[in-house]
């Protein structure tokens, strides 16, 4: 059986699929994923606690030119086989360089439904993955398109920088690592709870916004729809790869393998969009949240589990 807040995102999928007059309104939507982004940042913060030192450097640098080289090897493919226009591929290459917060909360409540081990620090990786592969993938498209556009830069990084879910990430793991788990349960106990309630709406909505994504079946966009189907799987093998050089636990190989092979919906589309009007923000949903998305959710997380285990013997 799949994870209970699983079926949530089954659900939503299923009542998309029949048209069903279940939505969940914006403002609900908009909640539950500022709780979701605040929740996370405060679970790993609160891991954290105490656990804070020098070492962390060079895992978290691993982990960002992981997310930095991913465009740098998407591009091409995306060019060449899928054959889309250098906007369209920098768009998809800086989403799947990127990482998805859904993904991650789901990897985090099957690796603590398990009690597979996991780093203090496996939050910090979402905060260290989400910026480079976006600035990757725009430099490279400026650069294919022999475009100096200096003064646009700051505003980026700006944007970038301080969209919500960066600041609530970031702050959430401040806030966590400063008070702890004793000190901060008056207000720390609420969020954590809460965790699998929240996330389960959350992906309901989802679910909703796959299922429409998906609806018609895009068959005219069958190269898109295969590479949204074959990436991840590649992917979490960079991550599973990684993980195991700079010798994470198991469930932190996990944890990365998932976001390794996820796709950003929240950061990378609002970026891109400012960045490279030219792209089909479109095309990159299609593949990010119709295709990539409910295969880690409902098949990628428990297969990278299994791949992890079979290399560690």
């Given at each position: 059986m799949p994870d209970i807040v699983v079926m949530f995102f089954l659900l939503g999928l299923v009542a998309g699929a029949v048209k069903s007059d279940l939505e969940v309104p914006k403002a609900t939507y908009d909640t539950l994923s500022l709780l979701l982004m605040l929740t996370i940042g405060l679970k790993g913060g609160m891991a954290l606690y105490g656990n804070i030192h020098w070492g962390l450097v060079p895992e978290l640098l691993g982990v960002a030119l992981l997310s930095a080289f991913i465009p740098l090897m998407l591009m091409p493919i995306l060019r060449r086989v899928v054959r889309l226009s250098s906007a369209d591929s920098a768009s998809i290459a800086a989403h799947y360089g990127s990482v998805?917060?859904?993904?991650?909360a789901v990897a985090l409540a099957y690796v603590e439904a398990r009690q597979l081990t996991v780093g203090s620090e496996v939050t910090l990786y979402l905060v260290a993955m989400e910026l480079p592969a976006i600035m990757v993938a725009i430099a490279l498209f400026r650069r294919h398109q022999g475009a100096a556009v200096k003064e646009s830069t700051s505003k980026l990084w700006h944007e970038t920088l301080t969209n919500r879910g960066v600041i609530l990430l970031t702050g959430g793991v401040l806030i966590g690592a400063l008070y702890g788990p004793v000190q901060g349960?008056?207000?720390?106990?609420?969020?954590?709870?809460?965790?699998?309630?929240?996330?389960?709406?959350?992906?309901?909505?989802?679910?909703?916004?796959?299922a429409?994504?998906?609806?018609?079946?895009?068959w005219h966009h069958w190269r898109l729809v295969t590479f949204a189907l074959v990436t991840p799987m590649v992917l979490s093998m960079l991550g599973i790869l990684v993980g195991m050089l700079i010798g994470l636990p198991l469930g932190s190989v996990?944890?990365?393998a998932a976001l390794a092979a996820s796709a950003s919906y929240i950061a990378a589309?609002?970026?891109?969009?400012?960045?490279?009007p030219q792209a089909n923000i479109g095309l990159a949903m299609l593949a990010s949240l119709g295709i990539t998305f409910p295969l880690n959710v409902m098949l990628g997380i428990p297969l990278y589990h299994r791949l992890i285990e079979h290399l560690l013997g």
């Open positions: 998805s917060a859904g993904t991650f349960a008056a207000v720390t106990d609420l969020f954590t709870n809460a965790f699998k309630g929240v996330l389960a709406l959350f992906l309901l909505e989802m679910g909703l916004t796959a429409q994504t998906l609806r018609p079946v895009p996990v944890i990365l589309p609002a970026a891109m969009r400012a960045a490279v």
